[in-house]
């Protein structure tokens, strides 16, 4: 009885139009909630995997214009510490990369075999190879930089720092040049576009820097070990150092991921709302167009419960089935919401995700399960909640007054 009275008759048109929209609200609102969620977690799941596979869990910065020198004991001191995987010497600094074109950059220092352990890195050489890393002359850099700068794999570039020589005309800048042994494609704009690696003698020797650093930079098993390990990380450092997690080293960033999907989730959330008054308002008119089949079939015996079961199941199939249409929905876009990305792009001619902007070259989604169960029961709830106020009405319809002009 009640899918019958959702297949509206000619004069029920208009009926059925309104729970048509309910259905598509829902279906709608339950799919984007699914596709934004997944699309935030992935975004943060991509730029914590980036950023901690090329930068350590924590950093030990030695204060400025200075450097470690006597450090082999803080490395040893750290590598002890439970859960800590390695530690790694570094040295960074600011230059001018020369070749065709000139452009900022930052310099990292570091040993060969430390380099390698960065997978994000070594395993995304895409010109060149690692096999000169590590020559005195021997430097690799991120292959949007060496767009910008005209250059490729086996050219040279002149780099340019302004910590240089004083004498008696001024400071003059200190310019060495390098061969270009590999360009990498992290997938992170910001690393690509702007940081260049040496070997960590090669990078003593340009900065002057004798056998000293400038940082140590610390890996543990996975980012949620190591904001537990803070405490032995500060007594084992035991040096006058700056101490940062990466959550202290990023947290505006990752802060305002954070509060960016809590409101998104708030904004899209509405969607499913607006359907639920849509089902509200449909079965309120769905009641007053079928009063009169009410009251005849009170007549016949009908109970108020089975009459309220009627309308609720009426306006429930719209919520479920909309939830369901949404989750299929959700699911499906995720799963191919690169294809469905080059196939926009490609009809538009509109790059829709640019890496300066968002960071990454690719758009990443990550279903999380928990969540996507969390939308669905939300939506089930609100949506079986909007169908009891029409239902009760429904229910405590009067025969008498129903058929009285009948």
């Known amino acids: 009885m ?9 004069q029920e048109g208009f009926i059925s139009v309104i729970a048509t929209f309910s259905f598509l609200g829902i279906g709608l609102g339950v799919a984007t909630l699914i596709i934004v969620m997944s699309v935030m977690n992935g975004f943060r799941a991509e730029l914590l995997d980036r950023i901690l596979g090329l930068n350590g869990h924590y950093e030990v910065r030695a204060p400025a214009e200075e450097a470690f020198v006597d450090y082999d004991g803080v490395v040893a001191r750290l590598a002890n510490i439970k859960d800590v995987v390695r530690v790694t010497p570094i040295i960074e600094g600011q230059v001018m ?38 020559n005195d002359n021997s430097i690799i850099l991120g292959y949007r930089l060496a767009r910008t700068l005209g250059i490729a794999a086996g050219d040279k570039v002149k780099l340019i720092s302004a910590n240089g020589t004083p004498t008696a005309f001024g400071t003059m800048p200190r310019v060495k040049t390098y061969d270009v042994a590999a360009l990498f494609d992290t997938g992170m704009y910001e690393y690509d576009s702007g940081y260049i690696y040496m070997s960590l003698a090669a990078a003593q020797s340009y900065f002057r820097l004798g056998k000293g650093i400038t940082a140590l930079e610390v890996f543990a098993t996975d980012p949620d070990k190591a904001l537990e390990i803070r405490r032995e990380i500060i007594q084992a450092v035991n040096i006058r150092a700056f101490i940062y997690d ?58 108020r419960g089975m009459i309220m079961r009627v309308f609720f199941i009426a306006g429930a199939s719209i919520g479920v089935i909309g939830t369901l249409f949404g989750f299929l929905l959700g699911l499906g876009f995720c799963m191919n919401i690169d ?56 229910a405590r319809l009067d025969p008498v007054e129903a058929l009285r002009y009948e």
């Open 2 to 10: 009640a899918l019958r009275y959702l297949r509206a008759r000619r």
């Open 339 to 394: 294809k469905i990305k080059g196939l926009i792009e490609g009809l538009t001619g509109a790059e829709l995700f640019s890496a300066e902007i968002y960071f990454l070259s690719h758009l990443p989604a990550k279903i999380d399960p928990t969540e996507v169960m969390t939308v669905v029961l939300m939506a089930l709830v609100i949506s079986l909640l909007a169908t009891i106020y029409p239902s009760w009405r429904a």
């Open 246 to 303: 990466w959550q202290q080293s990023r947290a505006s960033f990752f802060n305002a991921l954070e509060v960016e999907r809590n409101v998104m989730f708030l904004i899209l959330t509405l969607i499913i709302l607006v359907a639920a008054f849509n089902i509200i308002s449909s079965l309120i008119m769905l009641v007053k167009d079928k009063g009169r089949d009410v009251a005849i079939l009170r007549t016949m015996g009908a109970t």
């Open 97 to 134: 990369a020369s070749g065709k074109e000139a452009s900022g950059a930052l310099v990292r220092g570091m040993s060969p075999n430390q380099l390698a352990a960065l997978d994000v890195l070594s395993t995304n050489i895409i010109e060149g190879s690692l096999e000169t890393f590590g």
